[in-house]
């Protein structure tokens, strides 16, 4: 390519990555999942053992409205005859080597409607970095830090990729491996904050929490590290869809409220 460039016979040769490390293709019609073995069937693929961590519906609905086929005792859902409900498939794979299946489906969720709250069953929620959050209960939820956990052992991982010669084998692998450490201190934050924003969902009519200008925050490189391990965004992410699910109600209030005396911090 650079010799026709040079010869006057082409263009500029344009630079082409040797491997992605991220990659995912849709699949919009023709899969079927097996319920019974756990399986999903993909076009030229052929079928695939998978971990269902959720029913694709309610069991209410299943039952009335989704088509199955039995094949040996064995219960299996065909896109194409459930074409209504069942949308695309997605294959993604992860810089840590990690495949996933998503599978868009019509929103048949019927939400219940938003609570009435009062004072007595309202909540506020102040997020901090050395407390995760203080609930005007008087309550305290640490802080886990899971970044700074890690920290000691994602630097010498990272330091055993630069020391490998690019396009190896052995850089490969060490890449992978720092990926695989990025991301069970993901996991491990996804998990605790599913599991504190589904109590505070669940114990209380409505939560209010402080609107905070995160991007201004981690600008300022003493607190960034410490900033970004908090992931404050994601957990009011959470907060506000589980909310939705049990009919809550989220109250944002604004960032020059007093919002850290009143829940004692």
């Known amino acids: 390519a650079y010799q026709r460039f040079f010869k006057g016979l082409g263009d500029y040769p344009a630079e082409k990555l040797k491997k992605k490390q991220h990659f995912s293709f849709q699949v919009p019609q023709h899969y079927k999942i097996n319920l019974?073995?756990?399986?999903?069937?993909l076009p030229i693929i052929?079928?695939?053992?998978?971990?269902?961590?959720?029913?694709?519906?309610?069991?209410?609905?299943?039952?009335?409205?989704?088509?199955?086929?039995?094949?040996?005792?064995e219960i299996i859902v065909e896109k194409d005859l459930n074409s209504e409900f069942?949308?695309?498939?997605?294959?993604?794979?992860?810089?840590?080597?990690?495949?996933?299946?998503?599978?868009?489906?019509?929103?048949?969720?019927?939400?219940?409607?938003?609570?009435?709250?009062?004072?007595?069953?309202?909540?506020?929620?102040?997020?901090?970095?050395k407390t995760f959050a203080a609930i005007s209960t008087g309550e305290k939820i640490e802080n886990p830090k899971f970044l700074k956990k890690s920290i000691n052992k994602l630097k010498m991982l990272q330091k055993r990729v630069s020391r490998k010669v690019k396009g190896s084998?052995?850089?490969?692998?060490?890449?992978?491996?720092?990926?695989?450490?990025?991301?069970?201190?993901?996991?491990?934050?996804?998990?605790?904050?599913?599991?504190?924003?589904?109590s505070l969902i669940r114990e209380n009519q409505a939560v209010a929490i402080e609107t905070l200008n995160i991007k201004g925050m981690i600008k300022n490189h003493k607190l960034a590290q410490a900033v970004a391990d908090s992931a404050w965004s994601s957990f009011v992410t959470k907060l506000e869809y589980k909310a939705q699910w049990f009919g809550k109600t989220i109250l944002k209030i604004g960032m020059f409220e007093p919002s850290s005396k009143n829940c004692h911090v």
């Open 36 to 41: 019974t073995t756990s399986e999903i069937f």
């Open 46 to 73: 052929g079928w695939i053992k998978i971990n269902i961590h959720r029913p694709l519906f309610e069991p209410e609905f299943f039952e009335t409205h989704i088509k199955t086929t039995t094949i040996n005792n």
């Open 86 to 129: 069942l949308r695309t498939a997605t294959v993604s794979r992860t810089s840590a080597g990690r495949y996933h299946i998503s599978i868009l489906t019509e929103d048949l969720n019927n939400y219940p409607l938003t609570q009435q709250y009062s004072e007595s069953t309202l909540v506020g929620v102040d997020v901090g970095i």
């Open 169 to 198: 084998k052995n850089r490969k692998k060490a890449v992978k491996k720092l990926a695989k450490q990025h991301q069970l201190v993901s996991n491990q934050r996804n998990n605790f904050q599913h599991k504190v924003s589904l």
